[in-house]
């Protein structure tokens, strides 16, 4: 299985982040090819390292990276990525990984 972990700092505009968020970019991201599952963790957060505690983390599950690379390059994926410039213009606004798991 492989995820996309996406990590949004707190915005500007939590309220208008939250409608945007919940009622633009998942429906889009639902869309996406290949999806198996959407999940949104919202405050709190915990961050025992100290870091500033993240607004929002959501995690996209996918078959393997080959599928979630596909899935973005369609247009259903375009769309979403175009729409996260939205939610986050600048790169600080995120932190966003890739990965394939594997059991140990």
Same mark, same amino acid.
């Given at each position: ?26 429906? &889009? ?5 290949? &999806? ?9 957060? @915990? ?8 607004? &929002?983390?959501?995690? @996209? ?6 599928? &979630? ?24 606004? @995120? ?10």
């Amino acid at each position: 299985m492989a995820r996309m972990v996406v990590i949004y700092r707190t915005p500007k505009d939590p309220e208008a982040f939250d409608a945007h968020y919940y009622e633009v970019h998942v429906p &889009l991201a639902k869309k996406l090819p290949g &999806l198996r599952k959407y999940e949104v963790s919202q405050r709190p957060i @915990l961050t025992p390292a100290g870091d500033p505690e993240p607004y &929002l983390i959501g995690t @996209l599950y996918f078959d393997d990276l080959a599928s &979630l690379r596909q899935a973005f390059a369609t247009p259903e994926g375009q769309a979403c990525a175009a729409d996260r410039r939205i939610l986050a213009p600048d790169n600080d606004d @995120l932190q966003m990984y890739l990965f394939e798991e594997s059991e140990v």
